[in-house]
């Protein structure tokens, strides 16, 4: 199984801040990698696919990059509505697999 | 707009299977083309994807469970259902069932709100 790391676990910040998150790909990827962010009692949602492409209706403060085993999500200016849980995913290889979860929390 | 609604008991005895059905709405899962998933998140934890199926009936199933799940699909009736033998508390999760997208490479697009299965005498 291809295994997915991201850093940090948490994250402390302010509205209008910028925040990166990172996640690692035990092996490379290309660039079958997404990103979902997850409130407390609902579901996912997928913000970026295949590494860097806007998922429709997703603001675009949110960008996403990165290749191989290293990818990014950026979040340009952080908002209320931001809050939340970020999870990377790998689709390159079944087992499909997530990584282990970014909370991004009120400062 | 595509709608996936998770249905089922939400508790189940230890030793006993898991079975919860996803029921699609605003799409056809025999028009091809997706794959259909269920995921699982143990409370406050992260996410483990269990396995797809597509229209045909085509299935992968995540090794970590492979001996205990079976999924099937019934497109007459647009759902496509999950069972989980042997179930143990360490089971118990919110199961989620999701439309793997038609891209490449593939994302999970739609998903239901969730059920909470719980395992208990």
């Known amino acids: 199984d291809i295994q997915m790391t991201q850093s940090p676990s948490s994250l402390s910040a302010s509205v209008g801040d910028r925040v990166t998150i990172t996640c690692r790909a035990s092996?490379?990827?290309?660039?079958?990698l997404n990103w979902y962010q997850q409130k407390p009692g609902k579901a996912p949602k997928v913000l970026i696919y295949?590494?860097?492409s806007l998922q429709s209706g997703v603001p675009t403060r949110f960008s996403g990059s990165g290749s191989g085993t290293d990818f990014t999500l950026t979040i340009s200016s952080l908002q209320p509505e931001d809050f939340a849980t970020y999870y990377c995913?790998?689709?390159?290889?079944?087992?499909?697999?997530f990584g282990q979860g970014t909370k991004l929390e009120i400062k | 707009q595509v709608q996936l609604q998770e249905s089922g008991p939400g508790l189940v005895k230890p030793s006993q299977t898991l079975s919860l059905t996803c029921t699609v709405s605003?799409?056809?899962?025999?028009?091809?083309?997706?794959?259909w998933s269920w995921i699982r998140q143990h409370p406050g934890k992260g996410l483990e994807w269990i396995g797809y199926?597509?229209?045909?009936?085509?299935?992968y199933y995540n090794p970590s469970l492979k001996s205990r799940v079976t999924i099937s699909v019934d497109t007459s009736k647009n759902q496509f259902s999950l069972k989980l033998s042997s179930v143990t508390a360490a089971d118990t999760a919110v199961y989620y069932c999701?439309?793997?997208?038609?891209?490449?490479?593939?994302?999970?697009?739609?998903w239901g709100q969730g059920t909470l299965v719980t395992v208990s005498s």
């Open positions: 999701a439309r793997d997208g038609d891209t490449v490479p593939a994302y999970f697009d739609y």
């Open positions: 605003g799409g056809s899962i025999s028009s091809g083309g997706y794959y």
């Open positions: 199926i597509y229209y045909s009936g085509s299935t």
């Open positions: 092996q490379s990827i290309s660039n079958y």
């Open positions: 295949a590494a860097s």
């Open positions: 995913q790998q689709s390159y290889s079944t087992p499909y697999t």
